[in-house]
């Protein structure tokens, strides 16, 4: 019996592990251009972008870390890859990819989009609907991490703020919508927000609404406080100083007597304040929950639909999956490229110094001989000086 129990037990591990899928990847590898077909929108304009295949300024291993980087600048940038129609029904969908603003950014989209199948991949553009927008955009004092989805037709952009990164390293962006209508958003595999897909966006009618037939009150009090009635001013009030002279002090020849002012009642608690007046709320009769917010029946593309005032992002490292261990395992990739650019960033600016260093030790080195030789020129010159004045002295005797 216990055979047969652990026999059930691999087998559904087994189901459990073989249920996980990969959708798309792409490492931007060699050949990754036969996978892309890049859009023609823009081109009759003059501001169709192009793409360079390259790993930057900065890598641990070239080949490896290439990516595709936008060129040149103010340009807008469409490119797109299809691959088999899927629906995320009962499963997470996971949208992982890895963004470096080598530009050092200060206006232009980083953003990443699924798109539902029949998408004209030649005159992809803005136009063109999508399921899911995600990634960072940037543009003077915006600096955030977008995520949309679209239901019914109207896109929503969800009312979290959510941090986005701007140097000029590599970082990696993972986005998690799970079928209980949760998400998760990390950066660098580290949560950057989460919530709740029927909290953090506006595709349901709200539950409650005011009341339609409720109004405020005509004889609504809204004073706090009231004067007194029952305070009266005391007798003798208005003869009453404000101070007395200091009996052990001299009044000053500038000293000007002020006087009390007018009297003012004293105030109580206004026993007909009832507060300030809130609508009251009521079940709202167009609410209808839906469960379905997470799903997406048609997945069939992802695609970069950007516009970069500076130019210079480099992508790469894309995933779609159905489960968040298949992302973790290709972060490495991404996370091997931090590793191996930071290296060569800090061997880079090593050297830099270094070489900083050699020319000010080169500049002074000169200085000095400089100074050397002025002083040794003077030293000629005045030599040359005295022997004159001696000639001179001899020839007058």
């Not at 962006?173 to 958003?185: E, K, Q």
């Not at 997470?294 to 992002?313: H, I, M, R």
């Not at 000169?366 to 030599?383: G, I, L, V, Y």
């Amino acid at each position: 019996m216990k055979g047969t129990v652990f026999a059930v037990a691999v087998l559904f591990g087994l189901v459990a592990i073989s249920s996980a899928t990969v959708f798309f990847s792409e490492k931007f590898d060699k050949g990754w251009e036969d996978r892309w077909v890049h859009s023609e929108s823009k081109k009759a304009e003059g501001t169709q972008g192009e793409w360079k295949w390259t790993a930057g300024k900065f890598f641990g291993n070239e080949e490896e870390e290439k990516g595709i980087q936008t060129t040149p600048d103010a340009r807008f940038y469409q490119t797109s890859a299809g691959f088999d129609k899927f629906s995320n029904k009962d499963k997470p969908l996971v949208l992982q990819y890895s963004v470096k603003h080598e530009q050092s950014i200060d206006c232009g989209g980083g953003y990443i989009k699924i798109l539902p199948s029949g998408l004209n991949q030649k005159t992809f553009n803005g136009d063109a609907s999508y399921n899911v927008m995600f990634g960072p955009d940037v543009c003077g004092s915006t600096r955030k991490t977008h995520f949309i989805i679209t239901k019914d037709g109207t896109n929503h952009l969800v009312k979290r703020e959510i941090r986005t990164e701007t140097d000029e390293f590599t970082h990696l962006y993972t986005l998690i919508i799970n079928p209980d209508n949760t998400y998760v958003v990390n950066i660098d595999g580290k949560e950057a927000q989460k919530g709740s897909l029927k909290e953090d966006f506006d595709v349901l009618k709200p539950k409650e609404i005011k009341d339609p037939n409720a109004s405020k009150p005509s004889d609504w009090v809204n004073e706090r406080t009231i004067a007194d009635p029952a305070d009266v001013k005391p007798e003798g009030y208005d003869d009453i100083p404000e101070s007395i002279p200091d009996p052990d002090a001299t009044k000053p020849d500038d000293w000007d007597d002020e006087l009390d002012g007018e009297w003012e009642r004293p105030t109580i608690a206004n026993p007909e304040f009832k507060g300030e007046w809130v609508h009251p709320m009521v079940p709202n009769p167009d609410f209808v929950d839906r469960d379905d917010l997470y799903l997406f029946e048609d997945n069939a593309f992802v695609g970069f639909e950007l516009w970069q005032v500076k130019s210079g992002t480099i992508f790469d490292n894309i995933i779609v999956t159905d489960d968040v261990a298949e992302a973790a395992k290709f972060a490495a990739l991404t996370e091997a490229a931090q590793k191996g650019e930071k290296e060569a960033h800090d061997a880079h600016e090593k050297a830099e110094a270094e070489k900083r260093a050699a020319e000010e030790e080169k500049n002074k080195s000169n200085e000095d001989d400089s100074e050397d030789a002025e002083e040794e020129s003077a030293t000629e010159t005045e030599k040359a000086e005295t022997g004159t004045a001696a000639s001179e002295d001899k020839d007058e005797l």
